[in-house]
């Protein structure tokens, strides 16, 4: 009898004192050992050169070159080398593949996202055209309950299907993190398209921006689905779907690109920008296609003439002002956002409460409905000089938005937030402007400075925020002091400790109880030739406690881990536990990945 080593040398064989035993290895000399008293004998093998010369690797064993018969292949290094290039340039055809089909999202969200945004404002022109008309006061009922039927009906929709609820970044991020999955992607499209536009319909203050991303990522997520395309690869069109919906928003694709590498992604690969700018480049070109004209770059942006000094004290005052704003308003949006599904009433009744805000809201000022994105442009183009009547506007807005976003009706925070940081910028302008330190042509430019900023307090993605602002507006004016204040800004929220209001409500919808939280999730990366992870030996890598690589998908086939060599193009499935995906996430990534 005998036996074989584990992978560590170990070994044990039940045997008599005195019998022989005899150890011996390919290209290693033969020794031969009597047992005596000790339970355990180590041994030593040393290497015999001369059998090593002896031996040829065949594809099935070893031999002796003397009992050698059949075709032989001799394997040179230049040969291997060539073959790793190969893979490598396969590699980077498959790359191009990516960013083609990356395009392809792009134009369907696109031609999603864009007639989204048409037939809100569409909605919103009707909606305007009757309430502007001041009809007969019994033509306002069948309105009324009109609309009412129509939140009902969109609230019954988020409660079938919980994943359209809010804006939809958490969602999208949780989806791309591994943690959340599509599970009727088509029909949840549908649901999120339908009620986001009936949820604006009837006036509540939401954004586009946010349903547009998540449409994104539906339109990315089948398109990957249908495509058979690598789990590895699927969070880049996942990614690339998320920012095109962006640039359809907005018609900004550089800032969508960066939206979803600060708020979604929340990480720098390589691949995610490259799909997600040409994805946002299609989807914003087909969007000013729709939408040649943009009303924001009919927005004057005049520079006041102050000395440096001034300037310095002018940044720093608006930075204070909306950090301390921002706090409040993060503070607020999340208290009533987790006490609303609290209050003890039908979800018809709520939307009877909502109604009636709107509906009064609609028959007072108009414009700040929908968001208030109107009403900001009408302020911004030609500004009101009545301090306490802005300031009124601004506190009524700021109070419907956050009742309408805690609905958890499909619609986001985004337009929202900017519409209240530029109001709040008109009113500091104001003051200013009656202190004599600034011109009332000046007013618009410290609002288009305070919207960028606000963003950047609520949201904490200053890149995203500078970069919108420039690119709908066009004026490279505030591009350089947004840079200042927004900069200020970030450092005083972290004085204050104002966590970011996207990553917040990921961890309340993860916490959720309609959140089917599992013990274990699969994170699949793909490896990149130069990484951490190429060329290293499943068996002997140290992955951060609990976590296992449970599969290597490599040239179409699942490959067993155990004693598997890691190459470039390798699709590697990577179990953890469920609390830590959000910590191991950028770690695990950046093995694969080069930066």
Not at 85 to 102: G, H, T
Not at 135 to 162: A, D, N, Q, R, T
Not at 523 to 538: A, N, Q
Not at 558 to 577: A, H, N, R, S, Y
Request: net charge neutral; aromatic share 12%; hydrophobic share 45%.
């Amino acid at each position: 009898g005998g036996t074989i080593t584990d992978i560590n040398g170990n070994y044990s064989l039940d045997v008599r004192k005195g019998a022989k035993l005899k150890f011996s290895y390919i290209g290693y000399k033969e020794q031969v050992i009597e047992v005596g008293d000790p339970t355990v004998i180590n041994v030593k093998m040393s290497e015999d050169s001369e059998v090593l010369d002896e031996v040829v690797v065949v594809g099935y064993g070893a031999q002796k070159k003397e009992s050698l018969t059949g075709a032989v292949t001799v394997v040179s290094d230049k040969m291997i080398k060539d073959k790793g290039r190969w893979r490598i340039f396969k590699l980077k055809l498959i790359d191009a593949r990516l960013y083609f089909v990356s395009i392809f999202v792009g134009l369907l969200t696109g031609l999603v996202a864009v007639p989204y945004h048409y037939l809100l404002q569409f909605f919103f022109n009707l909606r305007h055209d009757f309430f502007d008309s001041r009809p007969k006061w019994y033509w306002y009922i069948p309105l009324f309950l009109l609309m009412w039927g129509i939140l009902v009906f969109v609230s019954w929709l988020v409660k079938k299907m919980p994943l359209i609820t809010g804006g939809g970044i958490p969602q999208t991020r949780g989806v791309i993190n591994g943690r959340v999955d599509y599970k009727h992607p088509f029909l949840e499209l549908v649901a999120k398209f339908v009620g986001g536009i009936l949820a604006l319909s009837t006036g509540l203050s939401l954004g586009r921006e946010g349903p547009s991303v998540q449409i994104g990522s539906y339109v990315g997520y089948l398109v990957s689905k249908w495509g058979r395309v690598l789990s590895g690869e699927r969070k880049q069109l996942l990614a690339a779907g998320a920012g095109a919906g962006l640039a359809a928003a907005f018609a900004a694709p550089l800032a969508s690109s960066l939206l979803v590498i600060e708020s979604i992604e929340r990480f720098d690969a390589p691949k995610t920008a490259i799909t997600t700018l040409l994805a946002g480049v299609v989807a914003g070109g087909v969007a000013s296609w729709i939408f040649p004209m943009n009303p924001y770059f009919h927005i004057d942006a005049i520079v006041p003439g102050m000395t440096f000094g001034g300037q310095v004290k002018l940044f720093l005052l608006l930075a204070a002002v909306i950090s301390i704003f921002g706090k409040l308003f993060s503070i607020t949006t999340l208290q009533v956002k987790r006490i609303y599904p609290a209050i003890k009433h039908p979800e018809y009744v709520k939307m009877l409460y909502l109604l009636f805000i709107a509906f009064l809201i609609s028959m007072a000022e108009f414009n700040l409905t929908g968001g208030g994105e109107q009403f900001l442009l009408s302020q911004a183009m030609h500004p009101d000089t009545h301090i306490l009547w802005i300031v009124g506007m601004m506190l009524l807005h700021l109070v419907f938005s956050i009742f309408s976003f805690s609905s958890g009706l499909p619609g986001g925070n985004f337009i929202p937030t900017l519409v209240t940081g530029g109001l709040l910028g008109q009113i500091v302008a104001l003051i200013m402007v009656r202190q004599g330190l600034i011109a009332y042509e000046n007013i618009s430019y410290i609002m288009l400075i305070c919207m960028s900023a606000f963003l950047v307090a609520v949201v904490r993605t200053p890149l995203t925020a500078i970069v919108l602002i420039t690119e709908i507006t066009g004026h490279l004016e505030v591009f350089y002091p947004s840079i200042v204040v927004g900069g200020l800004t970030y450092y005083f929220t972290e004085m204050l400790q104002i966590k970011p209001l996207n990553v917040t409500l990921y961890e309340d919808m993860i916490h959720s109880p309609a959140f089917k939280e599992e013990a274990r999730y699969t994170l699949s990366v793909e490896v990149m030739s130069g990484s951490y992870l190429d060329g290293k030996i499943v068996d002997e890598l140290r992955l951060p406690e609990r976590c296992i690589i449970i599969n290597v998908h490599r040239d179409r086939k699942d490959w067993t881990p155990k004693g598997q060599k890691l190459m470039p193009g390798d699709q590697v499935q990577i179990e953890m536990d469920s609390q830590d995906i959000e910590k191991l996430y950028e770690p695990l990534v950046s093995m694969a990945n080069i930066y």
